[in-house]
């Protein structure tokens, strides 16, 4: 991670905010042919959000400390903040208000309640990972699937490094490359938000900062993306491409921790490619025993 001053990471998320956003998008005149900024000013953020000039501009430079939630709230609406972009911005104030407040950790070992959760669901590739992509436990259909992920001898395997530092075999595996490689910077940022002491995650943003250029730039972006069920399209190297409903729930009693599933209607070819996936998964471990 670049940094974890949340100061530095207040000002450098509303700065980002007010740049994508033109006067004209905000309903406001754009007065003046050359404008110093790019998007809005501080001065039109303070008039939307109905602060101060001297408050918003306090804010900015990461006192969010002691701002209410209808302040939140409304300098929210007032830079056109999404759903993950709200929760990013209360992580921060929260932070500011409370630096050295204790945390939650999160959940770092699998239970064996959890594991044979896993192992009972057979017809979907399901697995359990954490807010830093790191792949905690799988069951045998999702090992089969994730074979390309799972071949980085490391452990435990993390999709974020395959994706950014194993680009050529994701690119093969993610047929939305462009799109995986925006949500999955955007999700480390988010986890960032929520935890800027992880050591872990310090040293995953670090490494990856390091050594992938496009990391870098999808992480200055500053963007922040929530975990949230979709379609995902994949090309496995055994059974072809599968278009893929993808379900990620919270475990409440294990936090920090997602359980993720696959599933596709019956009767498609995405179904036909998850049951022959079995079929490859089940030969491939009569093999090795």
């Known amino acids: 991670m670049t940094t974890t ?29 050359h404008r110093r900024v790019a998007g809005l000013r501080r001065e039109e953020v303070a008039m939307l959000a109905g602060v101060s000039v001297d408050y918003y501009v306090r804010m900015e430079r990461g006192g ?9 709230d409304a300098l929210a609406s007032a830079l056109r903040l999404d759903e993950a972009e709200r929760a990013h911005l209360l992580h ?7 630096p050295g407040a204790p945390r939650r950790r999160p959940a770092t070992v699998v239970r064996p309640a959890l594991r044979r959760v896993l192992d009972a669901i057979t017809d979907a590739p399901a697995w359990i990972c954490d807010g830093r992509y790191d792949v905690l436990a799988a069951n045998r259909l999702a090992r089969a699937l994730y074979s390309p992920v799972l071949a980085d001898p490391r452990r435990p395997a993390n999709t974020a490094r395959f994706v ?12 939305d490359y462009d799109r ?33 250029e496009l990391f870098r730039r999808r992480w200055a972006s500053g963007d922040v993306r929530l975990h949230r069920s979709g379609r995902k399209r994949l090309r496995h ?29 019956s009767g498609t070819p995405t179904a036909d490619g998850l049951a022959l996936l079995a079929s490859w998964a089940a030969s491939q471990e009569e093999r090795a025993g």
């Open 64 to 72: 969010l400390s002691g701002a209410s939630d209808g302040v939140l």
């Open 237 to 265: 190297p055994v059974v072809g491409g599968l278009d893929l409903d993808v379900e990620s729930m919270e475990l409440p009693t294990d936090p920090g921790l997602l359980l993720t599933v696959y599933t596709a209607p």
């Open 5 to 33: 001053d949340p100061r530095t990471e207040i000002k450098e998320f509303l700065t980002s905010r007010r740049a994508r956003i033109t006067p004209e998008q905000a309903g406001l005149p754009a007065y003046g042919a």
């Open 164 to 175: 950014y530092l194993e680009p050529e075999a994701a690119r093969a595996f993610f047929p």
């Open 92 to 98: 921060l104030a929260r932070r500011s208000g409370t």
């Open 180 to 212: 995986i490689a925006r949500d999955v910077a955007a999700k480390l940022r988010m986890e960032a938000g929520r935890d800027p002491h992880d050591e872990a995650l310090i040293a995953l943003v670090g490494e990856l900062s390091t050594r992938s």
